[in-house]
């Protein structure tokens, strides 16, 4: 069983920065395929990024070039860095663990409680 808990989400400005992070609980989130999705009112859920238990990372075209996923295994923890944030940034951002992971959210096994996050124009 992990659980995960999200921090980091606010309110900022177009053009602006947030970084999330998520702390995992348990002794094996080195073994786990870690990622982020989204999801704004009246959408679906979607994929924002991953990351393999040796930091191969993936992410949606979207946020590519302005959002980085990292982790450290260290402290149970993976980030979300973004950067130039547009208002169409704006949802509610989930972590995700899994082992299998991948694009797709029903390859993930335990989620977070997920953070707010509104980019204003």
């Known amino acids: 069983q992990v659980q995960l808990v999200e921090s980091g989400g606010g309110l900022v400005q177009a053009g602006g920065s947030l970084r999330l992070s998520c702390v995992a609980s348990g002794r094996t989130f080195r073994r786990y395929f870690m990622g982020w999705f989204r999801q704004a009112p009246g959408k679906e859920r979607e994929f924002v990024a991953a990351?393999?238990?040796?930091?191969?990372?993936y992410y949606d075209d979207s946020v590519k070039g302005r959002f980085t996923i990292s982790r450290d295994n260290a402290v149970n923890t993976v980030y979300l860095q973004m950067n130039i944030l547009k208002p169409e940034d704006t949802a509610v951002y989930y972590c995700?663990?899994?082992?299998?992971?991948?694009?797709?959210?029903?390859?993930?096994?335990?989620w977070g409680q997920g953070t707010q996050v509104t980019v204003s124009s």
């Open positions: 990351i393999t238990w040796n930091s191969n990372t």
């Open positions: 995700a663990a899994g082992s299998v992971g991948g694009t797709y959210y029903r390859a993930y096994d335990y």
